[in-house]
């Protein structure tokens, strides 16, 4: 729990989210004069702030609990992969493409089997 709140990664989204929503208040509070003065525009910014705003809180919460493979203990890709099955390898004679899917995707089962995912961090 300790490590979701105050890692690197976490702490620079509070600050971020810090600097964020009450720019967005701001924002939608001068809209609010705007608009009471005469500014018919401003009443769409009046409620496109506090969108942005409550849209900013709910990616920081999703970016601050992602699962990230440290974690886990297992990376997410290689939890959800399916293999395909046996007779799959076998490719039928008249589809003359079918070697070279063969051959790619195998190359691609190399490439998620050696690497782990990107984590923004």
């Known amino acids: 729990m300790?490590?979701?709140w105050l890692s690197r990664r976490a702490i620079g989204l509070h600050v971020v989210?810090?600097?964020i929503v009450p720019t967005f208040a701001g924002l939608c509070d001068w809209?609010?004069?705007r608009a009471l003065a005469g500014n018919q525009l401003s009443w769409a910014y009046v409620f496109e702030w506090p969108f942005f705003a409550s849209y900013a809180v709910y990616?920081?919460?999703r970016f601050l609990h992602e699962i990230s493979p440290d974690t886990?203990?297992?990376p997410p890709?290689?939890?959800s992969r399916i293999e395909p099955p046996p007779e799959a390898a076998a490719a039928p004679a008249e589809d003359p493409d079918a070697q070279?899917?063969?051959?790619?995707?195998?190359y691609l089962s190399e490439l998620a089997a050696r690497g782990r995912r990107k984590q923004w961090r």
């Open 31 to 33: 809209q609010v004069r």
């Open 100 to 106: 070279d899917r063969i051959a790619y995707n195998e």
């Open 17 to 19: 989210i810090i600097i």
């Open 72 to 74: 886990s203990g297992t």
């Open 77 to 79: 890709h290689e939890t």
């Open 2 to 4: 300790r490590r979701t």
């Open 59 to 61: 990616m920081w919460w």
